[in-house]
């Protein structure tokens, strides 16, 4: 499968060169009966290459363990991507034929049998698992399902987009996302190398392809380092963005194809720079994997190209050939394809379940290691090398059919999930928004505008405006970003319990006033719209997000003319007899998934955060809108986190008496908004807004 070791040239070729255990020729691999290389003449396994790939899974392991142990282990998959390039091509090159289909049919026969047993026994199974656990299974099954067909990747990506995307740590199958990148690849790789002629051995063909990889590895690494900056999700997600990777293995195999790396054994053997250069590379590529998480780009090229430059470099009787070749390391290799697929199920499980901890983590790796040798030594292994039909197209059908089969287990799991659900963790999730009767109302997406999928029509401020009980009934209009669209709950409250008429249309991200993004001119419209409507008396109301989330909850830095737009909106508004009222910030979690946010020790909600954390933060913020109050007769602020996490409570928590509150970190959900009601009320009666109820 690989290219051979240095060794003497005859005749433009390698011969074989003994080591003791392994004689290496450009051949595919074979396996013997313990799993290491078939010993016969004509292997061409390369057992170094089996311990990066051990090198590789462990550090991924680790990183996904906890990442301050290994910062960029996550790195390890960059690593499998230049491997996979580099065996691809040496499996495909001057492999016999009797044409174009029959050369295409015979690479995914291989690819079929080599990937599809393992993927559907470890989608099936934690597909069957996960709904015993989470009440909510839909991410995880779709991401499986799409995993059978090569596209979990693009599901993932549309997921990491969205604004209010769960957590990948919860979905079971995120791991799946390199295998769509692979297999994306497999789609134009195998046609390039018969197009260039490289593919039918003919070695004049040979610069064309470097030529061709050379381009589409510039392009897409350009692609990548531009992505990194401007959406990260595409740069980690999407293939193109990743090709480059592959394609350097690719160009590591070409531009060695029928040579050595090395000059003659004879006269380097004995260098003590050719037997230690390999080694320098390894350790820079394990020290690259302890690069800081922000390194980003320059870690990833420098994996990447450490990799590429080790499997050029590797040969028997080097150190690093050594360390890499020994039997507990290639064993790890071996079975890294089904340790790669179960560790990560392993890990999400034991999210939904106990949890990742110290006193965990040496279960939960003998459970991965016990499920990678099963799929190996039972699934993976024995599927591979039975024959499962002599033609090409039947073995691709089989397993086709395999994976049509596992999609329909998937589909039948996702239907009757709440059959299967057997742990509850006491805690009632009311949904996030819920039907105001006769409004027009849920606004998700009737009320919602952001731009894209969700437009502002000519009908939006009609179904979203619910008039008062009453003809002189008072009207209050909520305006911001997706935490204006959280208060529904309290919408539904006033207009039940007061009669007012409601008003409300979110534009996610978008908070008014002040905002300069491109969504604004949307929500000045609407603001428009609300002043031809509004009548004095009637109250504005507006909140948004307050504190940043990516810096342990500092206030945010656009705060500051945003309180000075706020104090020109008080006065433009109080000069026609409108009031404004600020919502204050609510309190900002920590979770994933706020049904895990079982009691723990001391029947202290695991998710909770102490108040003394979140209270001095809130405070800050407070204080500044406090201070608009006073410079205008017509600001009154409404402090939530008062109600949410009172004085007298040592701890904050998003579950109270068992009911969520929050469906997100910082988002109130329908109960949540709702339970503020009646201190809203009041609010709004001490402040001389309306009569006291």
């Known amino acids: 499968m690989y290219c051979a070791p240095a060794g ?9 060169e003994k080591t003791g255990r392994i004689r290496y020729h450009h051949h595919v691999p074979g396996r013997g009966k313990n799993g290491f290389a078939d010993k016969s003449v004509g292997s061409g396994y390369r057992p170094e290459i089996d311990g990066l790939r051990a090198l590789a899974v462990v550090a991924v392991i680790v990183n996904h363990f906890n990442e301050s142990l290994l910062p960029s282990g996550h790195l390890g998959v960059d690593i499998f991507f230049v491997i996979s390039g580099y065996v691809i091509t040496a499996s495909l090159a001057g492999r016999k034929s009797t044409g174009f289909a029959d050369f295409l049919l015979q690479f995914y026969a291989r690819r079929i049998k080599r990937l599809a047993p393992a993927l559907i026994a470890c989608v099936v199974l ?4 996960i709904c015993l656990f989470d009440y909510t299974p839909g991410k995880s099954l779709a991401t499986g399902l799409a995993s059978l067909v090569g596209l979990s990747n693009l599901q993932l990506f549309q997921e990491a987009t969205d604004y209010f995307a769960s957590s990948t740590k919860f979905n079971v199958f995120t791991q799946t996302w390199s295998l769509g990148v692979e297999e994306q690849f497999y789609l134009i790789f195998p046609a390039l190398l018969w197009i260039t002629g490289f593919a039918s051995g003919n070695p004049r063909r040979k610069k064309v392809l470097l030529a061709t990889l050379g381009v589409l590895f510039a392009g897409s ?4 380092i531009v992505l990194s900056r401007t959406n990260s999700p595409a740069a980690y997600f999407l293939m193109p963005a990743r090709l480059w990777e592959l394609a350097a293995g690719c160009l590591v195999y070409v531009g060695l194809h029928d040579q050595s790396p090395f000059p003659p054994a004879e006269t380097q053997a004995e260098s003590a720079i050719g037997r230690m250069a390999p080694a320098a590379i390894l350790v820079l590529l394990v020290a690259g994997l302890w690069a800081s998480s922000t390194a980003g780009v320059y870690a990833t090229i420098g994996v990447v190209g450490l990799t590429a430059f080790l499997l050029a470099s590797l040969r028997p009787h080097t150190p690093a050939f050594e360390l890499l070749t020994q039997p507990v390391v290639v064993k790890i290799g071996l079975i890294s394809y089904s340790l790669y697929l179960w560790h990560w199920s392993v890990l999400s499980l034991g999210r939904w379940t106990v949890g990742i901890h110290g006193w965990s983590a040496p ?16 699934v993976e292994r ?3 090398r039975a024959e499962w039909s002599s033609q090409s197209w039947k073995t691709i059908s089989y397993g086709a059919g395999g994976l049509v089969t596992a999609a329909a287990i998937i589909l039948l799991l996702h239907a009757y999930s709440s059959l299967l659900f057997i742990r509850n963790y006491n805690v ?7 039907p105001l009767i006769g409004s027009g109302l849920p606004f998700n997406p009737t009320c919602v505008v952001d731009g894209a999928a969700r437009v502002l029509k000519s009908n939006t401020f009609e179904l979203c405006t619910v008039a008062p009980a009453t003809a002189k009934g008072q009207t209050i209009f909520a305006l911001g970003d997706s935490h204006a669209g959280a208060l529904q709950g309290l919408l539904y ?11 409300l249309v979110e534009t996610p991200g978008v908070p008014f006033p002040m905002n300069r993004d491109a969504l604004f001119p949307l929500r000045q419209i609407l603001y428009d719209k609300i002043m031809e409507r509004i009548r004095p008396r009637d109250i504005v109301l507006v909140t948004r997000l307050y504190l940043d989330r990516t810096r342990s909850n500092a206030p945010r830095d656009d705060l500051r003319p945003w309180y000075s737009d706020v104090k020109k909106l008080g006065d433009e508004l109080g000069a026609k007899g409108i009031h404004l009222v600020i919502v ?7 979770f994933d998934k706020v049904g895990l946010c079982r009691p723990g020790p001391a029947n202290i909600n695991v998710c909770a955060v102490p108040r003394n954390v979140l209270a001095p933060k809130i405070d800050a913020v407070q204080v500044a809108l406090e201070d608009l109050a006073r410079r205008s007769s017509n600001i009154y602020i409404f402090e939530p986190f008062q109600i949410l996490c009172p004085e007298k409570d040592a701890m904050c928590t998003p579950v109270k008496d068992g009911i969520a509150l929050f469906w997100d970190t910082d988002h109130v959900n329908t109960f949540g908004a709702l339970s503020l009601t009646d201190d809203f009320a009041r609010f709004l009666g001490k402040s001389g807004l309306i009569s006291p109820p």
């Open 8 to 16: 003497k040239r005859v005749g433009g070729r390698l011969p074989a």
């Open 126 to 129: 934690t597909a069957i698992i």
């Open 221 to 224: 690494l350009l692609a990548f």
């Open 363 to 378: 279960i939960q790796i003998v459970l991965m290691l016990a499920a990678a040798v099963a799929s190996y030594h039972y």
């Open 382 to 384: 024995p599927l591979r």
């Open 428 to 434: 009632v999730v009311p949904p996030e928004r819920y």
């Open 493 to 503: 409250g006033l207009h039940e319990k007061l009669g007012m008429g409601i008003h």
């Open 584 to 590: 204050g910030p609510m309190p900002i979690f920590h």
